[in-house]
Each structure stands twice: as C-alpha cells, then as structure tokens.
C-alpha cells in the first residue's frame, strides 16, 4: 500500500532587533504567556521564551507568526 506523502511547509525564523520574531510553518500554537509561546510545525515542537511576548498575529492558513516582546 502506497503511503500518502503530507506537503512540508516551509520554515523560517527572524529575528529583528531583539524584538520581534517572524516565524514561518506554524500550524498550530499549543500555549501562550508573556514567557512563553509553545506552537507546533510539520518537523516537531517551537518553544519561543523570552519577557513580554505578545502574539501579534498568526494566519493559520499560511503558517506566519509574527511575535514583539524581549
């Protein structure tokens, strides 16, 4: 039986000025408080830590993450 092969999402990470992080392949954000973001990409777990996180946007139909904080 031939196994169905899932289309990987592509992965990045920036990091701007020490405050804002973009991230790329995110499918889904399993936690989140102002020190720490746990989301989920095709290749495993993301922790992201740090003081003062706020998520300011995620579209779930892209993967884009876009975080402020310290």
Request: proline share 0%; net charge negative.
């Amino acid at each position: 039986m031939a196994e169905v092969q899932k289309s990987l999402r592509r992965h990045s990470l920036h990091l701007e000025e020490r405050n804002t992080l973009k991230a790329t392949g995110i499918t889904r954000i399993d936690f989140f408080s102002d020190e720490l973001i746990t989301s989920q990409t095709d290749l495993g777990q993301l922790n992201i830590k740090g003081e003062g996180l706020h998520i300011e946007s995620l579209d779930s139909d892209t993967g884009d993450l876009l975080v402020h904080g310290k």
